[in-house]
């Protein structure tokens, strides 16, 4: 006979798993291979830099429910924005460059903007970005968040604009690490007890060597208090257009350079 099904809700996530088998669609492997960026409903790549939202649409199922709040401190083009619409999650997100509080507000529905999104001009290392971000979840009649989302500048390599408060713009990299160490601090502040971090960060060479960015901002996230779940190794294709003839050129220098080009970025999940 046919064991009783009893009913097994997570704290923190919608999945129930009596009916664990039905979930096909959500990875539970640290290695994702994804071929390509979704570009459907409401997704599109309008941002160099931008994450695809296979990353927000698995961990927002994996460690979220329904109505939640889930905290991006580096919100970009909004696609934790857009997919927590259509998860129908809510979200706030800050981030530096005013012109792109603006682009995602423009994206989002206007509903959503008055009910269950709020997007806020700062810098999330500040004391300014916490309190801002503790006022926006009183307003959602919320003490804490429910999931807090980090997606910073991987040091300089992409430089996102002029200010200096950017992160991307720091002399160094241990400039970069004390800069993200303030945004950590202010998202583990934030976070309800019980809850879920995701950082998502990538390593760079510098001067023929290797710096190990993504191992370091984990560190740095140990060092504010969050304890590592698990480091997930996902590729990157699908975050850069094409690089055409480049990828010839890139083959070379790796030949001659001794060393291996970057085709996979971190996605590390936190709790606290
Ligand atoms: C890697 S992108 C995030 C992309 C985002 N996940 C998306 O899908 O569009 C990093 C973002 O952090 C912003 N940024 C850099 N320094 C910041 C700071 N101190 N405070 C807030 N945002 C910052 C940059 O302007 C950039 O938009």
């Excluded at 698995?58 to 909004?78: A, H, M, N, P």
């Excluded at 682009?103 to 999330?124: C, G, M, Q, Y």
């Excluded at 960015?213 to 190794?233: A, D, H, P």
Aim: charged share 30%; aromatic share 10%.
């Amino acid at each position: 006979m046919e064991a009783k099904r009893h009913k097994r809700k997570l704290e923190y996530s919608d999945i129930d798993l009596s009916r664990w088998k039905e979930y096909e669609e959500i990875l539970t492997d640290s290695l994702w291979i994804m071929s390509s960026r979704q570009n459907t409903n409401g997704h599109v790549f309008d941002y160099h830099g931008n994450f695809i939202p296979q990353i927000a649409n698995q961990t927002f199922q994996r460690y979220t429910r329904e109505c939640d709040i889930v905290v991006d401190w580096f919100l970009g083009s909004g696609t934790s924005a857009i997919e927590a619409v259509n998860l129908s999650r809510r979200l706030i997100g800050v981030e530096l460059k005013p012109e792109m509080v603006e682009h995602v507000r423009e994206k989002l529905p206007l509903e959503s903007l008055e009910k269950n999104v709020r997007l806020i001009n700062a810098d999330s290392a500040s004391d300014k970005a916490r309190a801002d971000v503790n006022n926006a979840l009183r307003e959602m009649q919320a003490e804490k968040a429910h999931l807090a989302v980090l997606h910073p500048p991987y040091a300089d390599i992409i430089k996102f604009s002029d200010l200096d408060a950017d992160l991307s713009n720091c002399s160094s990299t241990d400039n970069f690490l004390a800069g993200f160490k303030r945004v950590a601090q202010n998202a583990f502040d934030t976070l309800e007890k019980g809850r879920f971090a995701v950082l998502v960060i990538g390593d760079k060479y510098s001067a023929g060597e290797l710096d190990p960015l993504g191992f370091k901002c984990m560190q740095v996230m140990n060092e504010v208090g969050f304890r590592t779940k698990s480091i997930i190794v996902k590729n990157i294709e699908g975050n850069e257009k094409g690089k055409g003839k480049d990828s010839n050129l890139w083959r070379y220098r790796a030949l001659s350079g001794g060393f291996y080009i970057f085709k996979h970025e971190y996605v590390m999940i936190f709790f606290k």
